[in-house]
């Protein structure tokens, strides 16, 4: 009998310190974001899709090497390139310009390898996460398309 | 004759008026209450702090199309919904808000209420029964054994009250606690001194009548994915939730009439009225902070919790209220 | 509740439990055989979600192969990482600095505690109480962000390399981890009041859901399930790999084989891992976090290699059978979830359904980690 009531008591206890809780949680600021009025600005290393860097004349620095290509597990990067003469001190030397770098970002898993593999400093992530749409073209990015874009 | 009539017409449209209103207004308190409970703000979005929201949300369910799922049984499947509403808008007639706001008071106030009440567990066992779904019906099966255990002790606390009173009429049970909030039911210690625990088994049963958490067995959504209305959509589903909460509404109106003296005022600033529903929106607000406080309890801690401990303690205070009522 | 009932077996229906269904938090199907709300027997049906990761393993170089570590088990995603490249670190013979150990055993940790409080959050949902998984994943966010500022990502981090990590870890982690472990502590003492002490919970985990030092043994079950059952096993213990030897943690063991007991395992294990976090930041030293000399393409000589980590939901092990190619010949990946969940027909059996939902949840399943 006595077990029976002090079982009562204890249970009631524990459940008014539970409801004490809660109790002042609702009189405590609220923790959450207004999420499309206000947004969390994204840490300098966040991953997000790859972007091209480009160097002071607004070129890539992308030598189309395809490194990025051969790490990424996932194949979504596929680059074209042409060789160019240029004229450099006189002399003409061969050089590798990109035509083309296209991102399939339907399959990326955002691993980074692309950006780790590449040593010309070509590639970075972008700080973009709020990507949607219902077409899955939209997310076959033209990287070399973009960064016309972005200079001009 | 014609005077009576509009008079009735005039009750059941503000009943109706009052329920729909308090059902749908109560869906945003909630949502706004689970909210603060944790840490984040609840609906904002639609007018200011979200007060658009339970006409939005209605909307919504209204333009949804009524999906009859295949091999139900029509005739239950449609008037479960129905039922979940309708006993809760009738119980509504005879609750007096203050000595003159009151559709039809009767003499047998309380028993009608309990008549009613006790058809809510119908809608659920129909609902789960017609739904033709192995879920709802498991549901609908708790849900009735969970009534009868809960409706036992309920009935046997307002026995108490109801003797001590001697009138099954409300107004006059609240008439008998307005002399000051040391009359009110649940202090009247003088009386029968286990009257706060009565009042406190009286508050659980009808957290449990209502199907609210901790004891929401019947929705048990972890379980049961959506108990006895896992098949209802559009308003169907719509009638379900807005019956829970109108029944909510006579839950804490009946708590607060039978033991938080009705409209009587501590300090008389207010008209009855105002009192009446400020004691029915605390109540409601521990409804909803005991909702987002506890995880729910199983079929049968439900069932232990009332066979074992409410119905003992309950009858034990039946008896020694009578006892005292005899000497005294 | 033991319940002295005698099921039937000739007045059974089929009830399926997933895989769409609330409480397997994923696609995780279970068809079960109910008399009444008493379970007869539960077939678990896995697949749902299978992605063939270990094949994957075995077409892909190894360098390529490592972001799927983070897929199967989303929740603790460091561990796998951490376990992969120590497997092919260890196959390889490359050395590692001592600072990236270190960071990655933080890292390691912290993830621990997240995908913990993930846990805890769903389980309580699993019971009908919602509010502390909002709480959980407040605390979790902190984590979180603590983690994306160094490794970038929020949930599949793929942080560590074969031979250290990926990015140095900054002052910002080390502040916000040090101002992170009271945050936490105070937190855990609010869970204990709010939700392990509370009647309501007890009653339901109490008793529920017996899993016998005997019956892990004999599903290989590993990690809290086992720890609850009072086995002592914890491969940071009994394996010690990385730096684990020179922390002072103890492993939380509980020999009461109930639902309770994996429950207080979990909870127990945040404040160790907790004090890991502490002792690694005190003690963590400076240096590179890649080694000097590592070979530009992965290639470990051939040979059979097996590496196990304690990983949040048990032991998880990865065998690499190699050919001295660039690709691995064969990749098995032994994920802890798949053996706790196989306990599940025996354990269930004649128990309610909603007894056997949380005893579910107890087990911590994280679905597509065990269909890979």
Redesign the interface.
Known sequence: MSGYLSEILSGSKSLAVGMGITLREFFTPKVTLRYPHESVKMTARYRGHIELIEDENGEPNCVACGMCQRACPSGCITLASRTVEIEVDGKTKKKKELTQYDLNFTTCSLCGSCVESCSFNGITFSKEYNLASTRKEDFHFDLLKRLKERNS | MSLTLINVLFAVVAAIGFAALNAAYLVWCERKGAGFFQRRPGPTENGPWGLLQPPVDGIKLMTKQLIIPGGVDKAFFMVAPVLAMFPAIMSFVTIPFSENIVAHNMDIGVLMIFAFASMGSMSLLLAGWGSRNKYSLMSSVRAVSQSIAYEIPMLITVITVVMITGSMDLKVIVEDQTAGFWQWNVFALLKSPLMPVSFLIFFICSLAETNRAPFDLGEAESELVAGFHTEYSSMGFGLFFMGEYANIVIGACLTTILFLGGWGCPFGLLPGVWWFLLKVYLLIFTFIWIRWTFPRTTIYGLLNLSWKILIPISLFNLLLTAGLLKVF | ?SAPIQLRSDET?T?NVGPQ???THGVLRVKME?DG?YIYKAETVLGYIHRMHEKMGEN?TY??????LG?LDYLSAMAYNHGYVLAVERACGIEVPERAEYIRVLTVELNRISSHLVWFGAF????????PL??AF?DR?AILDIL??????RL?Y?YHRFGGV??DIDDDFIEGTKAFIPRMRKALK?YE???T?????M??LKEIGPVSAEMCRRYGATGPVARGSGINYDVRKNEPYSVYNEFDYDIPVYHECDSYARYMVRMDEMEQSLRIIEQALAKLPEGPIMPAKKPKIIKPPVGDYYQAVEAARGSFGIRIVSNGDKNAYRMKLRSPTYSNMHLFDEACRGM????A?AFMGSLDLVIPEMDR
Do not use: S, W
């Open positions: 509740m229906f009830l269904h609330p409480a109910m709300e892909r360098a390529q192969f490592l972001p799927n897929r309580i949902m699993d019971l009908g109480g919602f509010t909002m709480y407040d966010e994306e500022g160094v490794t970038g990502a599949t793929c990926y990015n609010v009041n709010l939700v002490k509370n009647i309501i919970l009653k339901r309610l359904i909603a007894d939902l």
